[in-house]
């Protein structure tokens, strides 16, 4: 509850909590582009990740792609009707940046942009996360601990551990189990 109400307004809100309530990593929270939500039945799937190839040349800037998950496996998220609404104010608010931009918007199919359309970088996010939960002060949460906080609240609300580990892309329900049954 701290963390939502700490975010609550920052720049990367809806990015925060499609992840807390997702699980998904900040590559593939980076990553998602709007072919892989489906608002009609309440999914998402998640089958890249955005990543930074770091330039031999040095001062030269990284160059971001999306390559496969982890590992290599989509996934498809039945979402809470909470993150589909989030998704849809992503879209309203990048719809009306599209139309105020004109053709300075970059295209690029993602989700998550700034406000001319060019992508978030894991990051950047990441940083943005750290300044965050500094504030709080919790300094050694990890980006990551999104992700564990999903996985938890998801097994302690009693959803099925096939789910959850479905969700989370494990590979078998006893390494979910392992990590996150506790």
């Known amino acids: 509850a701290g963390f939502m109400k700490a975010v609550k307004g920052h720049r990367y809100e809806k ?3 499609t992840a807390l ?3 998904v990593r900040q590559g593939e929270l980076c990553g998602l582009q709007w072919e892989c939500i489906d608002f009609l039945n309440g999914t998402i799937l998640i089958d890249k990740q955005l990543q930074s190839i770091r330039s031999s040349i040095r001062g030269a800037n990284d160059k971001y792609v999306l390559i496969p998950t982890k ?8 979402a809470a009707p909470f ?13 009306r940046n599209r139309r105020l931009f004109g053709e300075a918007f970059i295209e690029n199919g993602l989700v998550f942009t700034d406000e001319i359309g060019r992508r978030i970088t894991p990051q950047a996010l990441y940083r943005a996360f750290k300044i965050v939960v500094d504030e709080l002060g919790l300094p050694n949460t990890r980006f990551h601990d999104l992700r564990h906080s999903y996985a938890v609240a998801s097994i302690r609300a009693g959803d099925d551990i096939k789910t959850v580990q479905e969700n989370l892309g494990h590979a078998t329900a006893a390494f979910t189990l392992d990590v996150y049954g506790h």
């Open 15 to 17: 990015m925060f909590l």
């Open 21 to 23: 309530f997702t699980g």
């Open 83 to 95: 993150v589909m609404d989030l998704l849809w104010q992503v879209k309203q608010d990048q719809e």
């Open 71 to 78: 590992n290599s496996k989509e996934r498809l998220i039945t």
